[in-house]
């Protein structure tokens, strides 16, 4: 027990060990939590910047998606076709060619019959 009591008041300068020995305690839990911190704000900024990333890219993923379905929307690509003069496989392309002979003109001999009502 003396001894316990010795180390207790064994002094350095006129300030006894144990208060030095808390005070580099408290000094160091004092850094500790500072770098804590500084390393949350780090991680915190961090974490904006990529959320901020993340937004842009998700809008250029969009963005791009729209542009893929412009560019592969069927009136747009028949109209590419046409223009190129492609034509779906297994039909004759379309040629236009200059037209050469009239149609005949249609009689009035040519009238269809009429069409008598059946009454039930």
Do not use: H
């Not at 037209?99 to 269809?112: C, G, I, K, Y």
């Amino acid at each position: 027990m003396s001894a316990l009591k010795r180390l207790f008041d064994w002094k350095v300068r006129g300030i006894r060990w144990v208060e030095i020995f808390g005070i580099l305690c408290v000094a160091a839990m004092l850094l500790s939590v500072y770098l804590t911190k500084a390393a949350a704000a780090r991680q915190s900024t961090r974490i904006a910047q990529l959320e901020r990333e993340i937004d842009q890219s998700s809008m250029r993923v969009r963005m791009l998606r729209a542009e893929v379905a412009r560019l592969e929307s069927p009136a747009r690509l028949e109209a590419l076709s046409l223009q190129a003069g492609l034509a779906p496989i297994g039909q004759p392309p379309v040629v236009e060619a200059p037209v050469t002979e009239t149609l005949p003109v249609e009689d009035e001999a040519m009238e269809p019959a009429p069409v008598e009502e059946v009454a039930q």
